[in-house]
């Protein structure tokens, strides 16, 4: 198996079943949520059309969540052989997969960090049988996929909202919005800092994925935009929606 089909079979499906169950996090069936999104979005959507739109979104999801992690992995560990890569790859998807979402994740403001200490838990027992290079890439495709899973749940429409049911349905409408979000956070991972230890890089990078999440949020009241039934506006992408209707 290639390592483009293990991180998209395993490590990319783990991550969008995960920003699944943090999305779905009021529903009654999330402790259901074991091997597919199927049977909980077949228990908690009804209609059929928006249920198929959904499961179409996240599968799309797993393909780019894997397609940002292979090329971090061609970027940052050139070096590492291809089955050391597919074993931290696997190593991770079981950590992912392996997780229980403690209320406190979703006190705690849909934290990356928080989550990704929740994952360290369970990751010790796994990673210890990895080699050196391979535990290394394991750490980074966990903090990466923990900052995956929120960033994803965090752009989600909000699921008790009614017209969020029409959004899915418009899903390749809405893939683009949150492919964005990846393809921020993958380049902020990418972005060189020649002058920087790795954990200065690690803190900053951090640092700005939170003040992104935190602060690139615009409330717009009375005003209809594509996004309806979303947890707030993106900030960016609202400015650049309102000034392309002023053209």
């Known amino acids: 198996m290639s390592l483009i089909e293990v991180l998209t079979l395993s490590l990319g499906a783990a991550v969008a079943k995960t920003a699944a169950k943090v999305w779905l996090k009021e529903s009654p069936f999330i402790g259901e949520m074991a091997s597919n999104l199927v049977d909980p979005l077949k228990r908690n959507i009804e209609d059929f059309e928006t249920r198929r739109s959904t499961e179409r979104l996240f599968s799309d999801l797993q393909d780019e969540v894997a397609r940002r992690l292979e090329r971090l992995i ?134 700005r994925r939170a003040i992104l999440r935190r602060l690139d949020r615009l409330e717009l009241f009375g005003v209809q935009m594509i996004g309806a039934g979303a947890r707030e506006y993106g900030l960016s992408g609202s400015l650049r929606h309102i000034n392309g209707d002023r053209k």
């Open 74 to 207: 061609d970027i940052e560990f050139t070096s590492l052989k291809s089955n050391d890569r597919e074993a931290a790859a696997l190593a991770v998807s079981d950590v992912i997969n392996g997780i229980e979402l403690e209320t406190e994740i979703f006190k705690a403001d849909l934290d990356a960090m928080h989550l990704e200490n929740i994952a360290r838990q369970r990751a010790t027992g796994i990673f210890i049988f990895l080699g050196d290079q391979s535990r290394s890439l394991a750490e980074v495709l966990l903090r990466e996929s923990c900052n995956y899973i929120i960033a994803l749940a965090y752009k989600l429409p909000n699921f008790n909202v009614a017209a969020t049911r029409e959004i899915l349905k418009r899903h390749r409408e809405l893939l683009p919005e949150l492919t964005k979000i990846l393809d921020t956070f993958a380049q902020m991972r990418t972005e060189s800092f020649p002058d920087r230890k790795r954990d200065r890089q690690d803190f900053e990078i951090q640092y």
